[in-house]
T-cell receptor, first 114, second 116 residues
Framework: AQTVTQSQPEMSVQEAETVTLSCTYD???????LFWYKQPPSRQMILVIR??????QNATENRFSVNFQKAAKSFSLKISDSQLGDAAMYFC???????????FGAGTILRVKS | GAGVSQSPRYKVAKRGQDVALRCDPI?????LFWYQQALGQGPEFLTY????????KSGLPSDRFFAERPEGSVSTLKIQRTQQEDSAVYLC??????????????FGSGTQLSVL
C-alpha cells in the first residue's frame, strides 16, 4: 500500500520570505501523480500544484514550486514571497496512475507572521 | 450550483444514533468521492462513485457505513449506530470525468460529525 509522510507538523515563515514543506512517499508503482492541497479553516481543500511522476521537470504555479526527487521519493513544496493568505494546513497527496483515490499525508500547519 | 455543497455543516449525534450526510456535487460531474478526516489528520478515502455506480467502497470502515448515489447526482453517506470513533469531518469531492491527472477534483467544505 502507498503511504505519504509529512514530517513537519507545523512550520512558520515571515511574510515575504520563502518556506519549504517536506513530503516523502512510498510506492512500488512506476507511474503516479503527486499533489499539494491547501486546507484553510473553511475546510475546503484547494489544489495548489500537481506533478506527474514521469515528468522530470518540476511543476511551478506562480509563487509555488515543487522539488520532485523520484529516486528519493521526495516531493517538497516551496512557497516564495509568503503572504498572510498562505496560512493554512497543507497536505501532500499521492494517486497511482490507474487509481481512483488520493492518499494523503497527515498535513503541515503553515503559519505566516507579519 | 457553483461548487460542491454539503449538508449539514455540523452534526451532533448521540452514540447509537443513525446519521445521514448529504453531498450535492457540481452539476454534470461524473465522479464523486467521500473522504473521512479525523482531527489533526489527513483525509482518508471512503468510497468512489462513477455516476450511480459505486465502483470502490474499500475505504468504508465497517458495515455501519453505507453510501448511495441513486440518480448519479446527489449522494448520501449514512452511518448507523454511530460510535465516538466516527467523530470526524466528512468531505465530499467531485470531478467532471473519471480520475485522471488533468481532471480537477472539487471539494466541499465537509460535514463535521461529533458523536457524544
Amino acid at each position: 500500500a502507498q503511504t505519504v509522510t509529512q514530517s513537519q507538523p507545523e512550520m512558520s515563515v515571515q511574510e515575504a520570505e520563502t518556506v519549504t514543506l517536506s513530503c516523502t512517499y512510498d510506492t512500488s508503482e512506476s507511474d503516479y501523480y503527486l499533489f499539494w492541497y491547501k486546507q484553510p479553516p473553511s475546510r475546503q481543500m484547494i489544489l495548489v500544484i500537481r506533478q506527474e511522476a514521469y515528468k522530470q521537470q518540476n511543476a511551478t504555479e506562480n509563487r509555488f514550486s515543487v522539488n520532485f526527487q523520484k529516486a528519493a521519493k521526495s516531493f517538497s513544496l516551496k512557497i516564495s514571497d509568503s503572504q498572510l493568505g498562505d496560512a493554512a494546513m497543507y497536505f501532500c497527496a499521492y494517486r497511482g496512475e490507474y487509481g481512483n483515490k488520493l492518499v494523503f499525508g497527515a498535513g503541515t500547519i503553515l503559519r505566516v507572521k507579519s | 450550483g457553483a461548487g460542491v455543497s454539503q449538508s449539514p455543516r455540523y452534526k451532533v449525534a448521540k452514540r447509537g444514533q443513525d446519521v445521514a450526510l448529504r453531498c450535492d456535487p457540481i452539476s454534470g460531474h461524473v465522479s464523486l468521492f467521500w473522504y473521512q478526516q479525523a482531527l489533526g489528520q489527513g483525509p482518508e478515502f471512503l468510497t468512489y462513485f462513477q455516476n450511480e455506480a459505486q465502483l470502490d467502497k474499500s475505504g468504508l470502515p465497517s458495515d455501519r457505513f453505507f453510501a448511495e448515489r441513486p440518480e448519479g447526482s446527489v449522494s448520501t453517506l449514512k452511518i448507523q449506530r454511530t460510535q465516538q470513533e466516527d467523530s470526524a469531518v466528512y468531505l465530499c469531492a467531485s470531478s467532471f470525468m473519471s480520475p485522471g491527472f488533468n481532471e480537477k477534483l472539487f471539494f466541499g467544505s465537509g460535514t463535521q460529525l461529533s458523536v457524544l
